[in-house]
Nanobody, 128 residues
């Protein structure tokens, strides 16, 4: 059973930045692709960005493209989401999730219910 722990959430002003971290309990390189998902109040959970098992492929939702960067440090077994130029629309609980299925990162990010393991989430609030 893989456990995922998110950290780095908090409050930011519009235009600001935050870095989210995802710490898996077990080794994930070449085993699990990792995704960041978010759920805003009153909305469904959506895929934000996903990265492949070895980190060579990634996907971004249109709403965050050019502002968010996903990365994985395989030596540290960590996955990050660097968020810049934040807007109030980015306010949500952000979840880290892992999946071992062989599929594209785009398909993975689109399949919220298909992710194998989930963290408990970290809240992000963007307001002035």
């Amino acid at each position: 059973q893989l456990q995922l722990v998110e950290s780095g959430g908090g409050s930011a002003q519009p235009g600001g930045s935050l870095r989210l971290s995802c710490a898996p309990s077990g080794y994930t390189y070449d085993v699990y692709a990792i995704g960041w998902f978010r759920q805003a109040p009153g909305k469904e959970r959506e895929g934000v960005s996903c990265i492949s098992r070895r980190g060579g492929f990634w996907y971004y939702a249109d709403s965050v493209k050019g502002r968010f960067t996903i990365s994985r440090d395989n030596a540290k077994n960590m996955v990050y989401l660097d968020m810049k130029i934040l807007t109030p629309e980015d306010t949500a609980v952000y979840y880290c999730a892992a999946d071992s299925a062989l599929r594209s990162v785009k398909d993975m990010c689109a399949d919220v219910s298909g992710m194998e393991y989930w963290g408990k989430g970290t809240p992000v609030t963007v307001s002035s």
